[in-house]
Protein backbone atom coordinates (compact mmCIF):
# COMPACT_ATOMS: atom_id res chain seq x y z
CA UNK A 1 0.00 0.00 0.00
CA UNK A 2 1.09 3.38 -1.22
CA UNK A 3 0.39 6.57 1.03
CA UNK A 4 0.39 10.18 -0.79
CA UNK A 5 -2.01 13.24 -1.30
CA UNK A 6 -3.81 13.44 -4.31
CA UNK A 7 -4.75 17.09 -5.09
CA UNK A 8 -4.77 17.86 -1.22
CA UNK A 9 -6.17 15.01 0.51
CA UNK A 10 -4.37 11.90 1.55
CA UNK A 11 -4.92 9.14 -0.81
CA UNK A 12 -3.89 5.26 -0.15
CA UNK A 13 -3.14 2.59 -3.38
CA UNK A 14 -3.23 -0.77 -3.56
CA UNK A 15 -1.73 -0.62 -6.75
CA UNK A 16 1.22 -2.96 -7.31
CA UNK A 17 4.78 -1.15 -5.91
CA UNK A 18 5.89 -1.34 -10.43
CA UNK A 19 2.41 -0.18 -11.47
CA UNK A 20 2.47 3.44 -13.12
CA UNK A 21 0.81 6.08 -10.97
CA UNK A 22 -1.15 6.77 -14.17
CA UNK A 23 -3.40 3.38 -13.23
CA UNK A 24 -3.27 4.22 -9.52
CA UNK A 25 -5.35 7.56 -10.27
CA UNK A 26 -7.80 6.49 -13.50
CA UNK A 27 -8.30 3.13 -12.19
CA UNK A 28 -8.05 2.85 -8.19
CA UNK A 29 -8.87 6.58 -7.59
CA UNK A 30 -11.14 7.47 -11.10
CA UNK A 31 -9.64 10.71 -11.71
CA UNK A 32 -9.71 10.15 -15.55
CA UNK A 33 -8.31 13.60 -17.03
CA UNK A 34 -4.55 12.53 -16.60
CA UNK A 35 -4.23 10.72 -19.97
CA UNK A 36 -2.53 7.64 -21.36
CA UNK A 37 -0.95 8.55 -24.97
CA UNK A 38 2.04 6.39 -25.47
CA UNK A 39 2.96 4.91 -22.12
CA UNK A 40 6.82 5.92 -22.54
CA UNK A 41 7.04 9.05 -21.38
CA UNK A 42 7.44 10.50 -24.81
CA UNK A 43 4.07 12.31 -25.59
CA UNK A 44 3.39 14.47 -22.46
CA UNK A 45 -0.42 12.96 -22.17
CA UNK A 46 -0.02 11.66 -18.81
CA UNK A 47 1.66 15.08 -17.09
CA UNK A 48 0.83 15.19 -13.54
CA UNK A 49 2.97 17.62 -10.86
CA UNK A 50 4.56 15.48 -8.50
CA UNK A 51 6.04 18.10 -5.63
CA UNK A 52 5.44 20.81 -8.05
CA UNK A 53 7.31 19.23 -10.85
CA UNK A 54 5.90 17.94 -14.06
CA UNK A 55 6.34 14.32 -14.16
CA UNK A 56 5.05 11.82 -16.67
CA UNK A 57 2.46 9.29 -14.67
CA UNK A 58 2.71 6.55 -17.34
CA UNK A 59 6.41 5.49 -16.17
CA UNK A 60 6.21 6.83 -12.53
CA UNK A 61 6.14 3.79 -9.99
CA UNK A 62 3.30 3.87 -7.56
CA UNK A 63 5.75 2.79 -4.92
CA UNK A 64 8.11 5.78 -5.49
CA UNK A 65 5.10 8.09 -4.20
CA UNK A 66 5.23 7.54 -0.43
CA UNK A 67 4.22 10.78 1.19
CA UNK A 68 4.49 12.65 -2.05
CA UNK A 69 2.12 15.79 -3.63
CA UNK A 70 0.75 14.64 -6.43
CA UNK A 71 -1.65 17.30 -8.80
CA UNK A 72 -3.49 16.53 -11.43
CA UNK A 73 -5.58 18.76 -13.81
CA UNK A 74 -8.59 18.21 -11.60
CA UNK A 75 -6.87 19.60 -8.58
CA UNK A 76 -4.52 22.26 -10.27
CA UNK A 77 -5.63 25.85 -8.22
CA UNK A 78 -4.13 29.23 -7.62
CA UNK A 79 -3.71 32.55 -9.87
CA UNK A 80 -1.34 30.76 -12.40
CA UNK A 81 -3.89 27.23 -13.38
CA UNK A 82 -6.55 29.72 -13.35
CA UNK A 83 -4.61 32.38 -16.10
CA UNK A 84 -4.04 29.26 -17.96
CA UNK A 85 -7.23 27.46 -18.00
CA UNK A 86 -9.07 30.64 -18.68
CA UNK A 87 -6.54 31.67 -21.74
CA UNK A 88 -6.52 27.87 -23.20
CA UNK A 89 -10.40 28.91 -23.52
CA UNK A 90 -10.78 32.18 -24.44
CA UNK A 91 -7.87 31.24 -27.53
CA UNK A 92 -9.62 28.03 -27.91
CA UNK A 93 -6.71 26.40 -28.00
CA UNK A 94 -7.76 23.05 -27.84
CA UNK A 95 -8.89 20.90 -31.28
CA UNK A 96 -9.16 17.42 -30.24
CA UNK A 97 -8.28 18.06 -26.12
CA UNK A 98 -6.87 14.89 -25.77
CA UNK A 99 -3.27 16.18 -24.79
CA UNK A 100 -4.50 19.33 -23.66
CA UNK A 101 -4.58 18.47 -19.70
CA UNK A 102 -0.88 17.42 -20.32
CA UNK A 103 -0.05 20.72 -22.15
CA UNK A 104 -1.69 22.76 -19.00
CA UNK A 105 0.15 20.75 -16.68
CA UNK A 106 3.22 21.76 -18.58
CA UNK A 107 2.30 25.38 -18.84
CA UNK A 108 1.49 26.21 -15.51
CA UNK A 109 4.89 24.53 -14.18
CA UNK A 110 6.42 26.83 -16.92
CA UNK A 111 4.93 29.59 -15.67
CA UNK A 112 5.18 29.01 -12.05
CA UNK A 113 8.77 29.54 -12.52
CA UNK A 114 9.26 31.46 -15.27
CA UNK A 115 6.44 34.29 -15.30
CA UNK A 116 7.79 36.63 -18.68
CA UNK A 117 8.67 33.52 -20.97
CA UNK A 118 10.44 33.57 -24.58
CA UNK A 119 8.94 31.46 -27.34
CA UNK A 120 12.19 29.63 -26.97
CA UNK A 121 11.85 28.92 -23.11
CA UNK A 122 8.02 27.87 -24.38
CA UNK A 123 9.12 25.99 -26.86
CA UNK A 124 11.69 23.99 -24.57
CA UNK A 125 9.67 23.55 -21.52
CA UNK A 126 6.82 21.98 -23.87
CA UNK A 127 8.99 20.05 -26.27
CA UNK A 128 7.72 17.30 -24.33
CA UNK A 129 4.24 17.80 -25.01
CA UNK A 130 2.62 15.93 -28.48
CA UNK A 131 -0.22 17.18 -30.17
CA UNK A 132 -1.45 15.41 -33.12
CA UNK A 133 -3.82 18.34 -33.96
CA UNK A 134 -0.65 20.86 -34.16
CA UNK A 135 -2.37 23.57 -32.36
CA UNK A 136 1.72 24.95 -31.33
CA UNK A 137 0.48 27.95 -32.37
CA UNK A 138 -2.06 28.30 -30.42
CA UNK A 139 -0.43 26.97 -27.20
CA UNK A 140 2.05 29.42 -27.66
CA UNK A 141 0.00 32.20 -27.75
CA UNK A 142 -1.69 31.12 -24.38
CA UNK A 143 1.15 30.76 -22.99
CA UNK A 144 2.32 34.47 -23.60
CA UNK A 145 -1.15 36.03 -22.88
CA UNK A 146 -1.62 34.34 -19.42
CA UNK A 147 1.86 35.46 -18.75
CA UNK A 148 0.08 39.00 -19.54
CA UNK A 149 -2.54 37.83 -16.98
CA UNK A 150 -0.23 37.21 -14.40
CA UNK A 151 1.46 40.60 -15.05
CA UNK A 152 4.79 39.07 -16.51
Request: proline share 3%.
Amino acid sequence: MTAFRLNGKPVETTSPDDSPLLWAIRDELGLTGTKFGCGIAQCGACTVHIDGRTARACVTPAAALQGREIVTIEGVTGDVARAVQETWRRLDVAQCGYCQSGQIMSAIALLSELRRPSDADIDAAMAGNVCRCATYVRIRAAIHDAAKTLGG
